[in-house]
């Protein structure tokens, strides 16, 4: 089957480091995508990972370990706009984008 | 400015009448795509579509229909609406291909009585 996990919430604090986690089961693969979701808005493109290691994007970076079907996204000096939806996707192949159901992070203050 | 436009943002309907969800782009995207976002389950995709006149089911295709009739349109028929076709929907849209991401619309909050 298809499957995709990642936390459903998670909270950190303002200036901190926090990590999303998520594993992946999917039929094929080619690349893992991480998407920000603020509440009541359309998902916005992150990252796409579809060799082994890091990207580095600025606060954001995205890990992406083939062999353990395992991806994390790291957001460095979070800021209380980063509260939102991170979302987790694998493309399965051809035209099919499978979706994990989201992670909700909490910046506090 | 690149956008995916979905009309309406909101809407309100009685089971069994007829409704059209638009969306239209104008990125030039071959790969176009509805998916519902539901609490818990995430973002499942309904139908897509990889050109003119070529589209095909994703995970939740029944009670759906689409159509591909020009490139920059993707609207999403649902004839009979029932009260578990509530939901959020998006529409996207990608130069196709693994690597593309996904450029998504406003959504579309749909509920049905």
């Known amino acids: ?109 | 400015e690149a956008q995916v436009t979905q009309n309406p943002r909101y809407l309100i309907t009685v089971t069994g009448k007829k409704l059209t969800v638009t969306c239209s782009q104008n990125m030039n995207h071959e790969y176009m795509s509805w998916y519902r976002q539901d609490p818990g389950l995430g973002l499942r995709q309904i139908y897509y579509s990889m050109n003119v006149e070529v589209t095909d089911k994703g995970d939740v295709p029944e009670g759906y229909k689409v159509s591909r009739k020009e490139k920059r349109n993707f609207p999403l028929i649902l004839e009979s609406p029932s009260p578990n076709q509530t939901s959020l929907y998006f529409c996207a849209s990608s130069l196709g291909g693994a690597r593309a991401p996904l450029h998504f619309g406003n959504g579309t909050r749909l509920t049905v009585t």
């Open chain 1, 1 to 109: 089957g298809q499957n995709i996990d990642q936390p459903t919430e998670m909270t950190a604090t303002e200036g901190a480091i926090v990590q999303i986690n998520c594993t992946y089961q999917t039929s094929g693969f080619n690349g893992l995508f991480w998407y920000q979701q603020h509440a009541g808005e359309a998902p916005t493109f992150l990252s796409y990972n579809v060799l082994d290691g890091l990207e580095e994007k600025g606060r954001f970076s995205s890990f992406l370990s083939r062999s353990k079907g395992y991806s994390y996204l790291l957001l460095k000096e979070l800021q209380m706009k980063d509260s939102a939806s991170y979302l987790c996707a694998s493309n399965t192949g051809g035209f099919k984008t499978i979706f994990g159901a989201g992670t909700r992070l909490f910046v506090k203050a």
